[in-house]
């Protein structure tokens, strides 16, 4: 598969509509129409339905989307840095969960930027095992673990930060009254968990033999989105401190477990690869913040 029609395949995939991604492209309809054909006997699929009006991708089509948007901008990633040899520039791109410990990671990126203004920086969200997918494919060039894991298989430096696990609640809620939460606090109460806390079996040994009792109602990736049901005193939230909106109008407030449980943080990258200069960069500030 060339670069040039998988950028073809995915103007078609966006527009749904040959004849206009033919004109975003400036080329011929026809000749679209059969680098698309092509691809489609190259792979041996269909790709797409061809409906009156417009088309829909097939469930092939719809893997071979997700992937080709990988490859493409790891392609143009790519290009940026081997063009930026003789400067510091080009992308760094990060993938890392939600964490108060980002505070240290955006300010050096902050400052790179100001020194350095034609770096960008591409920033993306997501659980420990996407960053870690997203880093092997070689789409993030670093990756903030809050998880307790195996890094044998990378660099890796431990941020001195770490996060506190504790329950979000409306500031009306009779348990705002204690200071600490416990597994017989939130027996029956509607909870909200961390998806990666759920699946890496994170508060079995907080809660015990209560487990049975818990009241998991649903899971969240992002706690932006989970607070809001939060808030209209629905369900009761068991997530990192500091994650919460702590403006004036809030209505929410955290409490920390007790037992306490908390979260190391480590970035880590690949071996084995040459970084970019931009990466190196980050490298060594990230080393010499920690010192």
Request: net charge neutral; no cysteine.
């Amino acid at each position: 598969m060339e670069l040039r029609v998988l950028r073809y395949f995915l103007a078609v995939a966006q527009q749904r509509n040959i004849t206009k991604a033919a004109q975003e492209l400036l080329v011929s309809q026809p000749t679209l129409s059969k680098q698309l054909a092509d691809l489609e006997s190259e792979l041996g699929v269909k790709l797409f339905i061809r409906g009156h009006r417009q088309i829909t991708l097939t469930d092939e089509g719809e893997y071979l989307q997700a992937r080709a948007k990988e490859i493409i901008q790891l392609a143009d990633q790519t290009t940026a840095n081997i063009k930026a040899e003789q400067v510091i520039t080009g992308t760094l791109s990060i993938g890392a969960g939600e964490s108060t410990v980002m505070q240290r990671i955006m300010k050096i990126l902050g400052e790179i930027v100001q020194d350095y203004p034609d770096v960008k920086v591409h920033l993306i969200s997501g659980n420990a095992d996407e960053m870690e997918t997203a880093l092997k494919h070689g789409t993030i060039d670093f990756a903030v673990l809050m998880a307790n894991r195996s890094l044998s298989n990378y660099h890796h430096l431990q941020i001195p930060e770490s996060d506190q696990w504790g329950v979000v609640m409306r500031q009306d809620d009779p348990l705002t009254k204690k200071k600490v939460i416990t597994p017989n606090d939130i027996i029956g109460l509607p909870l909200l968990m961390s998806e990666q806390g759920i699946e890496e079996h994170r508060f079995q040994n907080w809660w015990g033999n209560l487990s049975k009792k818990m009241n998991i109602i649903g899971t969240y990736s992002l706690v932006f989105n989970a607070q809001l049901m939060v808030t209209q005193g629905s369900a009761y939230m068991i997530t990192f401190d500091h994650l919460i909106n702590n403006s004036n109008n809030s209505k929410l407030t955290f409490r920390p477990l007790s037992p306490a449980i908390s979260e190391s943080t480590n970035i880590i990258w690949k071996k084995n690869v040459t970084q970019s200069k931009v990466a190196k960069l980050f490298t060594q500030r990230l080393l010499a913040s920690l010192d």
